[in-house]
């Protein structure tokens, strides 16, 4: 069993930036591809970000590439979303995923945190 917890979200201006961590239990972390996912009310979840379990390849919505950057650290057991020049379209719950899967991303995760809001407003 691994427990995903995320931290980070809050209220932020158009423009700034924000850095989510998912901290994971266990100690099988460096075994799972992992990601963030997000989900804006009325919407569908839909993918972010991702990385290999190894750390060598990411993954990124059209939406997001050059603005958000997603790292792990196997040895903290923890991935980080770094989120920069945030637009009100980000606004969106964002949720932490495992996956022991790789295609293109996370398939089909196995493990989902609780999500973390994150709020783009002036």
Known sequence: QVQLVESGGGLVQPGG???LSCA???RTF???HMGWFRQAPG???ESVAA???SGAIERYADSVKGRFTISRDNAKNTVYLQMNSLKPEDTAVYYCAADRNWGMGLPSPDYWGQ???VTVSS
Do not use: A, I, N
Request: glycine share 12%.
């Open 24 to 26: 994971t239990s266990g």
């Open 51 to 53: 990385v290999h379990w």
């Open 30 to 32: 460096s075994m799972y």
């Open 17 to 19: 930036s924000l850095r």
């Open 115 to 117: 999500g973390t809001q």
């Open 43 to 45: 919407k569908e979840r």
